[in-house]
């Protein structure tokens, strides 16, 4: 059986009245690289600052590495993390200031260090004052300390906030080396989600301080698909008129749906081929099969069913 | 077990980000040409309820000993507190202006083994800084050759007591301004704290003449001591209030850290 690495259990937060985290449950396995979704002041950042014990816990309990909340201190010895804009100290260069980590941590190894400098892209600046940083290189930087006491767990925040392009794809590389060649477990957040979902392999969707839905890579794929969708009267008559037409692959979703895979069908054909054959059509979506739209679309649904 | 080791590593790495500041050297250099300066001159003066002018204008006229500039050096280290105040920003207002606890916090070191070390690491400096004080004199003293004063088991006593004295209430000030940081999360007003609470103290026994006061009025207490007014069994108080003080602020920065959303 996989290890859980954390085991959130409903936790609530209140910052005065505003309820930041209602009830929130999730639990993260052992290598699961799990993208935590969610608009600004979901509570996804509080959901971070609980688990590291930046902000007390009230409601609820927290186990990481099946350590409980009043007493992980040592589960934290094996957790990273970048929380919110990264903190160093301005007056320090790049590698003095990872060697204040390391000594917090009591790493001895002389190559980690520099290993790490290689690992984030910061080779040619280890010599350079963190004020004199660029936000990028800072971002860099606080990835830095979180991965080089080689933690099984890492927590990021947004942590490709003011990269450019080509540090983007560097630190989704990195993310993928970490989770695979190391086997660290990787709670991330990010508002760009494309980039989330090419890193991820599990994903937590949080609304207004609500955990909404968790759905693994492959379901989410699944659901995700793009395609058009079709609302018929007779879903036996369609899928034969689809099947003698060549209109392929469909699913059917229901006693009244079907999910056309093809995005790229011309609507006005296939609305007219299927009433020609006699099914009555109640209606047409084309889906979009990006984890925005997906996003999207799972967020008005929760936004109704609350009204 | 675990939190000594975790204690220990923050020391040695507050200790590396000290040496590798160069506000510890301003500092330091600060200490000693105001040391060198005062024997130089034989001008002394701080904060002080009880101005003891007998004492001064004796120090003043007289053909300073080296013991007379221990003594004079006493007198003034009130005025040190503002100098070494730079000590109490490198190794911790940093951490809270820079946001850095969050690093410190998140390597797995207890809230009490993070203010303890601070601490430990606060009282370290501010001993080196104050027995660079003292040497100081000592040896500008032997190059203006000046007599000692006293027998050398008799002066170094002296030296070490006050010197221990003198950091041991800068130390009790700071754990104060370590509080006041904590709760405000603000560097200002705990410097400003450690800045005003010497003069206010001392302010408020003059005009008041609140008796109970000295036990708090540090640099009083640490003048009497070195002016030889103060023997140890009157000086039990003090350190029992010092004692008392350190605690209660120890203990509401830990509570503080452990309430606070960091």
Known sequence: ?307 | MNEDVNMINQLRADTYRLIHSVGFYVTLGLVIVYSALITKTKTVGGIMANGNEESLDRLARSNWTILDGIRGLTISASLLMYMVIGLFIITIGYEFSQQTYKNTLISGISRSSFILSKYITLLITIFISITAYFLTTIIMSLILGRSLGASLPNLLSTSVLTDITITFFISIVFSMGILILVVTNSIVISSIFIVVFPIGVTTVRMLANWKWLKYIDFFGASNEVSLGNLSISEFEPYIATCGVLLGVCIVLSLVSMREKEL
């Open chain 1, 1 to 307: 059986m996989t290890e859980t690495v954390l085991d959130f259990n409903h936790v609530s937060k209140k910052f005065g009245r505003f309820q930041a985290l209602d009830s929130v449950s999730f639990q993260i396995k052992r290598g699961d690289i799990y993208g935590l979704i969610g608009e600004n002041g979901a509570g996804k950042t509080t959901i971070m600052k609980l688990i590291t014990k930046i902000s007390p816990l009230r409601t609820g309990s927290i186990s990481l590495f099946g350590e409980s909340t009043s007493n992980y201190q040592q589960a934290l010895k094996r957790t990273g993390a970048m929380i919110e804009s990264p903190a160093a100290f301005n007056s320090l260069t790049v590698i003095q200031n990872l060697k204040v980590i390391a000594k917090q941590n009591g790493i001895q190894s002389k190559t980690a260090i520099d290993d790490t400098i290689e690992f984030v892209g910061l080779s040619k600046k280890r010599k350079t004052k963190a004020k004199h940083l660029s936000l990028g290189q800072k971002q860099r930087l606080g990835l830095a300390f979180a991965i080089l006491p080689h933690p099984d767990f890492l927590i990021l925040d947004e942590p490709i906030n003011g990269l450019d392009p080509s540090g983007i794809i560097e630190i989704r590389k990195l993310l993928y080396k970490l989770n695979h060649e190391q086997q660290t477990t990787i709670l991330i957040s990010s508002h760009i989600l494309t980039e989330l979902y090419q890193v991820s392999t599990k994903f937590g969707f949080i609304h207004h301080g609500k955990f909404i839905k968790e759905v693994t890579k492959e379901e989410l794929d699944k659901e995700k698909e793009s395609g058009i969708l079709l609302d018929v009267d007779d879903v036996a008559k369609a899928s034969e008129v689809l099947d003698s037409s060549n209109v392929k692959p469909f699913s059917i979703q229901n006693d009244h749906s079907i999910f056309v895979k093809d995005n790229h069908l011309n609507t006005g054909n296939l609305s007219q081929l299927l009433i020609m054959n006699g099914v009555a059509l109640n209606g047409m979506t084309k889906q979009e099969g990006s984890l925005e739209q997906y996003y999207t679309q799972l967020m008005k649904k929760t936004d109704e069913g609350e009204k």
